[in-house]
């Protein structure tokens, strides 16, 4: 079993910046494909960046490349999301995920293991 707790949202102004944290407890954590969904209201649930088990490969949704900067630290059980230049279009609850895969799925039914979400909020 894998338990992972967000932390680090919060408001923030348009052009701001935040970060996530997702603590994993486990002992296998280094073996998992880590990612960062969010779901604003009325919306599903979209995929914003994932890192490979190893920390080599990052992948980005379109609308947070070149903004956004995930990465992991396996000595430590933690995965992080650095979000710079926040835009209202950000603004959402932000899930942490886990899968036992090498690759870094897009979709979220093919991680297994959730967080209970932080809300992120940014005004203009």
């Known amino acids: 079993q894998v338990q992972l707790v967000e932390s680090g949202g919060g408001l923030a102004q348009a052009g701001g910046s935040l970060r996530l944290s997702c603590a994993a407890s486990?002992?296998?954590?280094?073996?998992?494909?880590m990612a960062w969904f969010r779901q604003a209201p009325g919306k599903e649930r979209e995929f914003v960046a994932g890192?490979?088990?190893?920390?080599?490969?990052?992948y980005y949704a379109d609308s947070v490349k070149g903004r956004f900067t995930i990465s992991r630290d396996n000595a430590k059980n933690t995965v992080y999301l650095q979000m710079n230049s926040l835009e209202r279009e950000d603004t959402a609850v932000y899930y942490c995920?886990?899968?036992?895969?090498?690759?870094?799925?897009?979709?979220?039914?093919?991680?297994?293991?959730w967080g209970q979400g932080t809300q992120v909020t940014v005004s203009s």
């Open positions: 890192i490979s088990w190893r920390g080599g490969s990052t």
């Open positions: 995920a886990a899968g036992r895969t090498p690759t870094v799925p897009i979709s979220a039914h093919l991680y297994g293991y």
């Open positions: 486990g002992r296998t954590f280094s073996i998992y494909a």
